[in-house]
């Protein structure tokens, strides 16, 4: 599905007032038909919020769990420790979220849903890890009275079991309760990679603050070596529920998410083991960077496979008559999309938030249709597809108008 060649997005001033003349009124409605011509104005449908609710009672009990986590690392290390490691831990930290904004770029998460994985990583995971992980150890080494088997025992099977148990829920809650806007397994990613970076975090406190006399060596080793280490093994789990939310059953996670958890505890298996043997450097090299490269290369391939679907489901709408044919040719590019950003903000602020809901609501709406064409059937579909419609509609009226008054 192709149209001729345009001019770029965006296009001059004249050219623009002929291209955006008033939209036809046949849309894709659900199975293709056309919209009742006069209505009572229309009001958006009301969503349940106890999926919401849900996450935001979480990242309550996340954020105190946080708390509670730096306080014994505190206690295990020093205050002033704590403090360095902190600061040292906001390094790898970046990296990892700059990461992550990389992959989230077609759709944005919400920010309390982000905010919620993040926090379920720092605070509920590495809590739950600190005491189990103890707990695991100690109980080895009871039954052993070998320090160095506990220890083993304790990084190589308990801590890739106990941790990715734990990261693995907070995606299994966010998958359950936004299962509506879980679109697939770029979302699985970005949700599991928000998670590891928040456990990451607070993990690396505990390495930096208790190894201040050797710090520059443990940097190396956990802020440049690895600092996706702990988002590679549970973005597995990620995609896992990702493919399982592109399933026409509701119950696809019951079995997929037993196979990531899996695969993730191996590869954090495989990691953490490597560290006890002599050949950790060439295992690193032969092994854990071929698996960093082939993860990013999935990820690129997860991002392009979006943008092609994005693309598809907006030809449809513009043949309809929603969207110009160059307009879909800006949707599908981000440097289009960062133009036409710029240029909608010769228009005043309020132009340029318009044309940022311009972009968001059509990739919401492809996205949407997305679900509905491969058997996703989503209670007010039909009513949340209008909605968004309007949202295009009223977004382009807003720029239109102010980009016209700024002339």
Do not use: C
């Not at 600190?130 to 990084?155: I, K, M, P, R």
């Not at 696809?252 to 450097?281: C, E, R």
């Amino acid at each position: 599905m192709s149209y001729p060649p345009r001019e770029p997005y965006p296009p001059a001033v004249r050219p623009l007032q002929q291209a955006y003349a008033p939209q036809p009124q046949a849309a894709p409605w659900g199975a293709g038909g056309v919209p009742a011509p006069a209505q009572a104005p229309w009001q958006p449908p009301r969503h349940p919020r106890g999926g919401t609710a849900l996450v935001a009672v979480g990242s309550a009990v996340a954020a105190l769990a946080l708390v509670t986590s730096i306080s014994q690392i505190a206690v295990m290390t020093s205050a002033f420790g704590a403090l360095v490691g902190s600061l040292v831990a906001l390094v790898p930290l970046l990296a990892v979220l700059l990461g992550i904004r990389w992959v989230d770029r077609w759709e944005p998460e919400p920010r309390y849903a982000l905010l919620f994985a993040f926090l379920w990583g720092a605070g509920v995971s590495t809590l739950v890890s600190l005491w189990l992980n103890t707990a695991f150890t100690q109980a080895v080494y009871l039954s052993t009275g070998n320090v160095e088997t506990a220890e083993l025992l304790g990084a190589s099977v308990g801590a890739p079991i106990i941790e990715e148990s734990a990261k693995g829920l907070g995606v299994l809650i966010l998958f359950l309760a936004r299962r509506r806007y879980f679109d697939g397994p770029v979302d699985g990613i970005v949700y599991a990679a928000m998670i590891a970076a928040g456990f990451a975090f607070v993990e690396n406190i505990l390495y930096f603050g208790r190894s201040m006399e050797i710090l520059p060596q443990i940097f190396v080793m956990r802020g440049i070596l690895s600092p996706f280490a702990h988002v590679l093994f549970t973005v597995a789990i990620g995609i896992a529920l990702g493919l399982a939310a592109r399933s026409r059953s509701s119950y696809a996670w019951l079995w997929s998410l037993p196979i990531g958890w899996l695969v993730a505890v191996l590869l954090h298996a495989l990691w953490n083991g490597s560290t006890f043997t002599d050949s950790f450097f060439g295992l690193y090299v032969l092994v854990q960077v071929p698996l960093f490269v082939s993860a990013v290369i999935l990820v690129v391939w997860l991002r392009r496979r979006e943008r092609r679907v994005i693309t598809g489901r907006l030809v449809e709408y513009a043949r309809a008559g929603w969207f110009a044919p160059h307009e879909v040719t800006m949707l599908s590019s981000f440097p289009a999309r960062r133009a036409a950003l710029a240029w909608a903000a010769r228009g005043g602020p309020a132009a340029k938030r318009a044309m940022r809901d311009f972009q968001h609501s059509a990739t919401a709406l492809a996205l949407a249709r997305q679900r509905f064409a491969t058997g996703r059937r989503e209670p007010g579909y039909h009513q949340g597809e209008r909605a968004l419609l309007d949202r295009v509609t009223t977004a382009r009226a807003t720029f239109l108008r102010a980009l016209s008054l700024a002339r």
